[in-house]
Structures are given as structure tokens and as C-alpha cells.
């Protein structure tokens, strides 16, 4: 996917192959080692996601929110819409062969609620919270922006 200027792109190699990077990114299980879970059946197009890496940010488990699947396409892609603050964050994320391990790209849309470098600093801790989670490291400490 080519991404318009004005949205968010974030990459991350990681030395896992493929298919275990994307059972970490849609798993429940798996993503709560990083970002949060979800519950319910995701063949209906919408899952219960709770976000609970923030704890670690010195925030709280934020409340359940309905996640809109748009594009699931194993093991490749998956976009998906999540409610956040009063809108709606527009996430697509792609998983690729990279050497002999895998990239992630994350692209989101940004409408202007939440300034860009703030957007990008999230992103960043949180696909290095999934690296640590893959790798069996300690987390990350959050930097915040500026």
C-alpha cells in the first residue's frame, strides 16, 4: 500500500517469520503481551479490543470498544477502524517477507485530534513492546514525544 503524505507510516523489522508475526498481531492472546486483547467472533466483521499496554505508560486498561475488521487477508493485511477519543482511528497493517524474517508496516490515517509526532511515538513504543514480546525481552519504557 502507498500511503497519502499526510498519514502515518510506521515499519518494524522483526526476525520471525511471516505467519508467527501475524498470529501476533491478530491473536488475542499474543496481542495482550503488547497492546491489548480482544473477545467475540471476528468473523462478524467486529471484535470487543481492550487496550491494556498503557498501564505501562503509567495510563489505565481502557474501556472495551467495538474494532471493525475492513480487510483481513492472512497473513498479509489487516485493516481495521477503532474508536478512540470521540473518532475513529483507521489502522492497515501489513506483514511481509523481510530477509529471512518479516516487516511490519503500519499506516494510519491522521485527522488531526492528535498531533502527528504523538501518533508516531505510540506506534513506535508499541511495535517495540511487540518486538519484546516476540523476543522474550523486558518491555520498553515510554518516551513521549518532544
Known amino acids: 500500500m502507498t500511503a497519502p503524505a499526510e498519514d502515518l507510516v510506521v515499519r518494524r523489522t522483526f526476525p520471525d517469520p511471516v505467519e508467527d508475526l501475524w498470529s501476533a498481531i491478530t491473536e488475542s492472546d499474543r496481542m495482550g503481551r503488547w497492546i491489548g486483547t480482544w473477545t467475540g467472533d471476528p468473523t462478524t466483521g467486529t471484535v470487543s ?18 474494532a471493525v475488521i475492513e480487510v483481513c487477508e492472512p497473513p498479509h493485511r489487516l485493516v481495521v477502524l477503532l474508536p478512540s477519543g470521540g ?39 508499541y511495535l517495540a513492546r511487540l518486538a519484546a514480546a516476540q523476543s522474550g525481552e523486558p518491555m520498553p519504557p515510554w518516551e513521549p514525544a518532544g
Do not use: K, N, Y
Open 87 to 125: 473518532t475513529a482511528w483507521h489502522l492497515d497493517l501489513t506483514v511481509r517477507a523481510h530477509g529471512t524474517g518479516s516487516e511490519l508496516v503500519l499506516v494510519q490515517r491522521v485527522d488531526g485530534t492528535i498531533p502527528r509526532e504523538d501518533l508516531a511515538a505510540g506506534w513506535t513504543w
Open 49 to 66: 479490543f481492550t487496550m491494556t499496554g498503557e498501564v505501562d505508560a503509567g495510563g489505565e486498561v481502557d474501556d472495551p470498544v467495538d
